[in-house]
């Protein structure tokens, strides 16, 4: 399953988040496959996409930064998967 993670930083939280992902805590959790991460150009968060079926991997990755940064996940689908659900749910 594909989850798209999107942060932003806790009041004071940026310095500290810093500090962890330039340490090499950026990784992905393992049990999880990260494909693809982006950061906001306004230092206001960010955005991250990865691969897992095990919850508890992501959930163990977001622990890992709870202190600095308000995490919020979201399973999503690819286009060639959304559309046929799409059809059939709206008739086309």
Known sequence: ????VTWTFKADGVRGAV???LA????A???TKLLGRWHS???????????????VAIFAGAA??????DIRHIP????AEAGPVLAKAFGK
């Open 29 to 31: 959790p393992e049990g």
């Open 1 to 4: 399953m594909k989850m798209m």
């Open 41 to 55: 150009s306004d230092f206001s968060g960010g955005f991250a996409l990865y691969e897992s079926d095990d919850a």
């Open 19 to 21: 500090e962890r992902f």
């Open 24 to 27: 090499g805590h950026g990784a």
């Open 64 to 69: 890992e930064w709870a202190e600095v940064i």
């Open 76 to 79: 999503v689908v690819e286009d």
